[in-house]
């Protein structure tokens, strides 16, 4: 998760019950996953030896390199609220119809054929929102984010350097300025900042923050 990403989300969540703060491409996981693939790629110089492995010689890197260009660029959902989303999202433009924030204010929920387009994760959200019949946005919004904390999904964020959760206590941030653009990330202080920072010795800053609960 990426804090920057998530703290812009958090207080949102679409019709069909989706917390952005818990989604994937909402909170920046994807595309800063997608940002240290491909850094691992070309730092292990895996292109180069790839070809002797089984399968290796039919990976086409330069489209790979491109998908994960555009997951970098493009994995990061602002939110139905702020135009992201589905851009033609039947359960979000029904709501709208009707003056619904969320779906569990709606008497056809149950059977309701709009969230099948979400495959089997549409029973999942069913649930979420008929157990949270009556409950306001806001405080919707509040408890599905407690309860994701409880299981350790947004409560944590993941160091850049070992991919490992960050406790509170121990989260920095360094920045750099690449190409003439500011770039920041998280790191765990300990063997993996002291690596982050022989490695990029110039321009660096180092800051201290406390993640905020939501």
């Known amino acids: 998760m990426e804090k920057e990403a998530y703290n812009h989300v958090k207080g949102q969540a679409g019709p069909c019950g989706i917390t952005c703060g818990t989604c994937v491409l909402g909170n920046g996981t994807i595309a800063i996953t997608a940002s240290k693939t491909k850094e691992h790629i070309l730092g292990y110089g895996i292109k180069e030896w790839a070809p002797s492995t089984p399968g290796g ?34 359960i979000r433009n029904c709501a709208n119809d009707k003056g619904y924030q969320l779906c569990n204010e709606c008497n056809e929920l149950d059977t309701c054929k709009k969230f099948d387009w979400l495959g089997d994760y549409s029973k999942t959200l069913k649930e979420i929102l008929k ?25 944590k964020i993941s160091c850049y350097m070992c991919r490992q959760p960050v406790v509170e206590d121990n989260l920095f941030t360094v ?28 321009n660096i800053k180092l800051e201290l923050f406390d993640l905020e609960s939501p």
Not at 64 to 81: F, H, S, V, Y
Not at 132 to 155: C, P
Not at 182 to 196: A, F, I, M, P, Y
Request: aromatic fraction near 6%; hydrophobic fraction near 25%; include cysteine.
């Open 175 to 202: 920045s750099w300025s690449e190409n003439g653009k500011e770039e920041s990330r998280v790191v765990c202080g300990s063997r993996c900042l002291r690596d982050w920072a022989k490695n990029h010795s110039e």
């Open 131 to 155: 157990n949270n019949k009556g409950v306001i946005k806001k405080d919707f919004i509040k408890k599905q984010l407690m309860e994701a904390q409880k299981t350790n999904q947004t409560d």
């Open 57 to 90: 010689k039919e990976i086409n890197w330069v489209e790979t390199e491109k998908a994960l260009d555009w997951l970098i660029q493009n994995a990061n959902c602002r939110g139905c609220e702020n135009g992201g989303g589905q851009p033609e999202c039947v």
